[in-house]
């Protein structure tokens, strides 16, 4: 089983900056990719942005690629997530995931909030 954590959300201004992070914990984090995805007020939880294992080949959204920049630290077992010229329309519950052999996990979320 994979416990995931999220944090470093919080309140920023249009054209701000936030890091956010995911620990990981569990024998099964191992080996696999992560992603992360959120979810606005009133719509479904969507895709951001996903990492391979070794961290060589990232994905991203066409509404974030350029802005957000996805890299993992495999001995501290942490995703990151930094986002930077963010905009209101980012504004979102954003949750780790990954998928494993053995289950998808989800972390609790951490919310992001992007004043105009």
């Known amino acids: 089983q994979v416990q995931l954590v999220e944090s470093g959300g919080g309140l920023v201004q249009a054209g701000g900056s936030l890091r956010l992070s995911c620990a990981a914990s569990?024998?099964?984090?191992?080996?696999?990719?992560m992603a992360w995805f959120r979810q606005a007020p009133g719509k479904e939880r969507e895709f951001v942005a996903r990492?391979?294992?070794?961290?060589?080949?990232?994905y991203y959204s066409d509404v974030v690629k350029g802005r957000f920049t996805l890299s993992r630290d495999n001995a501290k077992r942490t995703l990151y997530l930094q986002m930077n010229s963010l905009k209101p329309e980012d504004t979102a519950v954003y949750y780790c995931?990954?998928?494993?052999?053995?289950?998808?996990?989800w972390g609790q979320g951490t919310q992001v909030t992007v004043s105009s």
């Open positions: 569990g024998r099964t984090f191992i080996g696999y990719a």
């Open positions: 990492i391979t294992w070794s961290g060589s080949i990232t």
């Open positions: 995931n990954i998928d494993t052999s053995e289950g998808t996990y």
